[in-house]
């Protein structure tokens, strides 16, 4: 067995086939929703990968047909979890929630996301920072923390830049609408549909092993800084999540996800 495969994981399956690993979100009774657990298991096996040389691309998919639900909100809002949640949106570096989606951009081969079923919320910004989106057409994807009152705050001002317009990027994010993969690839959501999405991402990551490793890092890398974004971006996701937490609005926006007849009081910031 591989080295990256050896270590035990309880939210995830790692499997590395021709020195490319396969990494999978398995809570399928939870659509593969992203829970704490989740989290520090996908940062550690990104930075496992990170460090072994012999691995020449990453398939990142979810399991029993679903990519990820977004973020588990019972888990995030378990009692025992919302102080540790607040200090990740006050501490002055990455959230751990930027983490877990920008981690990848720092892994130094490509990165090809599967998304099948769902792709919402966390699942979708996760998916962004990947270096390449491969769908099947039924995929539902929504940038959807609107509906929740909240905004998208892991590192969507990094991982979006140069891969949807801004226009684009606004509207999904102030409707929090739901599309399908096939409109999702007109936008620059996606970059291929396929009835078989896992069979081609299994096909370009060859290819691309076919490639010298040194080359395909430095593609990654000087394409990476063409949208390279100052780090008060990052700040920035951190500070309007804290505020809307805080807001009025945010009660009755899990309200209206409930009762649509729910109203909203007047706009608190400027």
């Given amino acids: 067995m591989h080295a990256i495969a050896a270590y035990q994981y309880k939210t995830l399956q790692v499997s590395v086939t021709e020195n490319i690993a396969t990494v999978t979100i398995n809570r399928p009774q939870k659509k593969n929703a992203m829970s704490f657990q989740v989290v520090n298991e996908l940062i550690a096996v990104a930075r496992h990968i990170s460090k072994d040389k012999t691995l020449r691309a990453v398939i990142l998919n979810g399991a029993e047909g679903t990519f990820c639900a977004g973020i588990d909100l019972g888990d995030l809002n378990h009692p025992k979890n919302q102080a540790y949640a607040f200090w990740e949106l006050i501490k002055p570096n990455q959230s751990l929630f930027q983490q877990v989606c920008l981690v990848w951009r720092e892994v130094p081969v490509p990165v090809i996301a599967v998304l099948e079923g769902y792709c919402i919320g966390a699942g979708l910004q996760l998916a962004l920072a990947c270096d390449v989106r491969i769908s099947h057409p039924d995929c539902k994807l929504s940038i959807m923390e609107a509906k929740w009152g909240l905004v998208p705050d ?61 080359a395909v890092l430095a593609s990654k890398r000087v394409i990476n800084a063409m949208y390279q974004q100052s780090h008060t971006t990052l700040y920035k996701e951190k500070m309007w999540q804290l505020k809307l937490m805080l807001g009025r609005n945010r009660k009755l926006a899990l309200k209206k996800a409930k009762e649509v007849s729910t109203g909203f009081s007047k706009r608190q910031f400027r």
Avoid: N, W, Y
């Fill in 154 to 214: 892991m590192g969507l001002t990094q991982s979006a830049l140069g891969v949807v317009r801004a226009d684009v990027l606004k509207e999904l994010a102030m409707s929090a609408r739901t599309i399908d993969a096939e409109e999702g690839r007109t936008l620059g959501l996606v970059s291929h549909c396929s009835e078989s999405p896992l069979q081609q991402a299994q096909l370009l990551a060859a290819e691309f092993a076919e490639r010298s490793p040194d």
